[in-house]
C-alpha cells in the first residue's frame, strides 16, 4: 500500500444555522407531509430561536431543534359521532 492509497478523513464541516434551520425544515416536512398546521408552527417556533442559535452554536452541534419539534408522546383519540 503506497501513501497516496491512505484515504485522509476530512473533518465533519458544521452547518450554518440557515442550512440547519432548512435542514430541519425540510425532513419535518418529509416526516409529517399531511401536516401544514404543524409545518407552521415549527416555522414560527424555528424562526424566533434563530438569534439564540447564532450566539450558541453548540446547539447546532447538538441538533438540539430535532429534539424540541420531534414529540416525546402522541394521544390520539376519537370520538364516534
Same mark, same amino acid.
Given at each position: 500500500?503506497?501513501?497516496?492509497?491512505?484515504?485522509?478523513?476530512? @473533518?465533519?464541516?458544521?452547518?450554518? #444555522?440557515? $442550512?440547519? /434551520?432548512?435542514? %430541519?425544515?425540510?425532513?419535518?416536512?418529509?416526516?409529517?407531509?399531511?401536516? @401544514?398546521?404543524?409545518?407552521?408552527? #415549527?416555522? $414560527?417556533? /424555528?424562526?424566533? %430561536?434563530?438569534?439564540?442559535?447564532?450566539?450558541?452554536?453548540?446547539?447546532?452541534?447538538?441538533?438540539?431543534?430535532?429534539?424540541?419539534?420531534?414529540?416525546?408522546? %402522541?394521544?390520539?383519540?376519537?370520538?364516534?359521532?
Amino acid at each position: 500500500m503506497s501513501a497516496l492509497d491512505v484515504s485522509v478523513k476530512t @473533518p465533519t464541516r458544521t452547518p450554518s #444555522v440557515k $442550512e440547519y /434551520v432548512q435542514q %430541519v425544515l425540510t425532513g419535518i416536512r418529509a416526516k409529517n407531509p399531511a401536516e @401544514p398546521e404543524f409545518h407552521q408552527a #415549527v416555522t $414560527e417556533v /424555528v424562526s424566533s %430561536v434563530i438569534p439564540i442559535l447564532d450566539r450558541h452554536p453548540r446547539l447546532v452541534k447538538e441538533k438540539i431543534l430535532e429534539r424540541v419539534c420531534e414529540p416525546e408522546r %402522541v394521544i390520539m383519540f376519537r370520538v364516534p359521532w
